[in-house]
Nanobody
Framework: QVQLVESGGGLVQAGGSLRLSCAAS????????MGWYRQAPGKQRELVAT???????NYADFVKGRFTISRGNAKNTVYLQMNSLKPEDTAVYYC????????WGQGTQVTVSS
């Protein structure tokens, strides 16, 4: 059983920063990738950034240069540092852990005001 708990969302003005955290518990030793996705109202869930156990990162074009994904030393946490936030970044952000299937957190709301 895998559980993911996200935190760090909130309301911020355009140009501001937020740091999302995700703590994973359970059988995550075989996890190959952790990452963040987001879903805005009326839109499909989309990839934001991922990081593999080897440390390779992948970013959506719309966040390159603004967001940074990283893993904690204990490898059961993943962070998303979001800088230069824009109103279009407003969405529910979900943490994901890939083992054999993808496990998802409950999501954390990020709202960027103009």
């Amino acid at each position: 059983q895998v559980q993911l708990v996200e935190s760090g969302g909130g309301l911020v003005q355009a140009g501001g920063s937020l740091r999302l955290s995700c703590a994973a518990s359970g059988s995550i030793r075989s996890a190959t990738v952790m990452g963040w996705y987001r879903q805005a109202p009326g839109k499909q869930r989309e990839l934001v950034a991922t990081v593999t156990t080897g440390g390779s990162t992948n970013y959506a074009d719309f966040v390159k240069g603004r967001f940074t994904i990283s893993r904690g030393n204990a490898k059961n946490t993943v962070y998303l540092q979001m800088n230069s936030l824009k109103p279009e970044d407003t969405a529910v952000y979900y943490c994901m852990v890939g083992i054999v299937i993808a496990y998802w957190g409950q999501g954390t709301q990020v709202t960027v005001s103009s």
